[in-house]
């Protein structure tokens, strides 16, 4: 009956048209009533106490780092820099935008902002170029979500916060499986392109371009080595790395490139609130839900629902991962997170499943979801961004979708691929 009550709550609340925080919390306050457990003071603390952690700042930093790297001309020089590269093969625009996706990827942490950054620079020009435009949308969209697993990622902050999972490890573990999507998207692209892709524009390949692009982007690309290598030689955490990165990219921006003007500070400083400010509420209003699962012991009724599989974690992996992918297609990415993460993380510490490897697995899945219609934020984004029908970029992405969630199904068969690599970056 709580199961019930809990789902019942949820999905009423959010068919009445309720934010998802607010449904949330409309979820929590009912089961603390059917629970004969309501309490304002109870609710009012824990609503308090879910935005009160020290990891959690670390999502106002990246927020506000991607907004200084757009303005401040480090995505457009990380395109540049691909472009020089590979710009003379055929489809050279599709590769493009898979190495800038990577490069992006390790510096903002945000799929939405980096999707949005790469469809207005490279969709134009993919048009003009002769490109299938629905394919190249569906291939920029597919790059974007390599964001949330590559560190350092706003969904492993988020995740490591509710799960009570070292955000460390996660950023650590998840190089190797971003760096596999973007190898993945490399080869469904190679077969695309064979088809698709129009004639070269470049003849050959130019060293000069290349090491003019080199020296005007290394600036750009100190930034994800420094992240990364500060936090695996432990010389700062996770929080103190966000502050890090808005700070190199506000000084890149204004001192080194000189394209990110002061006055522009204060907007780009509001923009980073306001999406923080979501994600913070989301977050405050979901551990008030998991507080209340909790009590009422709803994890404890789900793993007795999946108890015969306990014993076959790869059976329990895919029933879980195969759950987040029907919720991902009725949610966005945040509340997704939010809502399973107190509900699932019971079930994987009593299998005996490494927290870290599930985290990893389940933010990649849940990135994945941002490709499903018909929330997909990624690909409306993508579509509104590069003027293309939303029905004919779904399409364009099928093949990229079908890749990647190969790759969650390799991951779930082969743990060794996320853990191996995970623990020599420890």
């Known amino acids: 009956m709580t199961v019930l009550v809990f789902i019942g709550s949820l999905l009423g609340a959010m068919a009445l048209g309720m934010p998802i925080a607010f449904a949330l919390l409309s979820c929590g306050v009912a089961l ?9 003071q109870i609710l009012a603390q824990n609503l308090l106490e879910g935005a009160n952690s020290y990891p959690l700042m670390a999502v106002p930093f990246f927020m506000l780092a991607g907004e200084l790297m757009n303005a401040g001309g480090l995505s457009r020089r990380i395109i540049a820099l691909a472009q020089s590269l590979v710009g003379h093969v055929r489809g050279g625009l599709g590769y493009v935008a898979i190495i800038a996706a990577l490069v992006m990827a390790s510096i903002s942490g945000s799929a939405v902002a980096d999707t949005a950054a790469l469809a207005a ?9 002769g490109y299938d435009v629905p394919r190249s949308c569906g291939l920029i969209a597919s790059g974007g979500i390599i964001a949330p697993v590559i560190p350092p990622s706003i969904g492993f902050v988020v995740f490591g916060v509710a799960g009570g999972v070292s955000v460390t490890k996660l950023f650590l573990a998840g190089i190797v499986p971003g760096v596999l ?3 993945v998207l ?4 190679w077969f695309c392109a064979r088809r698709d892709a ?3 524009a470049e003849a050959r390949f130019d060293a000069g371009v290349a090491l003019r692009a080199l020296r005007d982007g290394v600036w750009a690309l100190v930034l994800p080595v420094v992240i990364i290598g500060g936090m695996k030689l432990g010389v700062f955490t996770p929080t103190e790395a966000a502050v890090v990165a808005a700070v190199y990219s506000l000084l890149v921006g204004g001192l080194v490139y000189h394209e990110l003007r002061w006055r522009e500070l204060p907007r780009l400083m509001l923009a980073a609130a306001k999406t923080s400010s979501v994600v913070m509420f989301l977050v405050a209003c979901a551990l008030v839900s998991a507080w209340v699962i909790t009590v009422a012991q709803i994890p404890q009724e789900v793993s007795e629902l999946l108890r015969p599989l306990l014993e076959h974690k790869i059976l329990l992996m895919m029933a879980m991962m195969a759950l987040v992918v029907v919720v991902g297609t009725a949610l ?3 509340p997704t997170v939010l809502i399973l993460t107190p509900v699932l993380m019971p079930m994987v510490k009593l299998a005996g499943i490494d927290p870290v490897y599930f985290g990893v697995l389940f933010i990649m899945n849940n990135a994945i979801g941002l490709l499903t219609p018909p929330v ?4 409306n984004v993508v579509a509104g961004v590069g ?3 939303l029905g004919r970029v779904t399409r364009g992405v099928l093949p990229f979708l079908t890749a990647q969630t190969l790759l969650l199904l390799l991951f779930v068969l082969f743990p060794a691929l996320v853990m191996v690599p995970a623990r020599w970056f420890y």
């Open 186 to 189: 490399w080869a469904t692209w």
């Open 32 to 40: 603390m009533v059917h629970l004969d457990n309501f309490d304002t």
């Open 332 to 334: 966005d990415f945040m």
């Open 198 to 200: 129009p004639p070269v």
């Open 181 to 183: 999507m973007g190898v």
């Open 387 to 389: 003027r293309e029908d």
């Open 121 to 129: 620079i490279l969709v134009p020009m993919m048009r003009r170029a």
């Open 376 to 379: 997909g934020t990624v690909l």
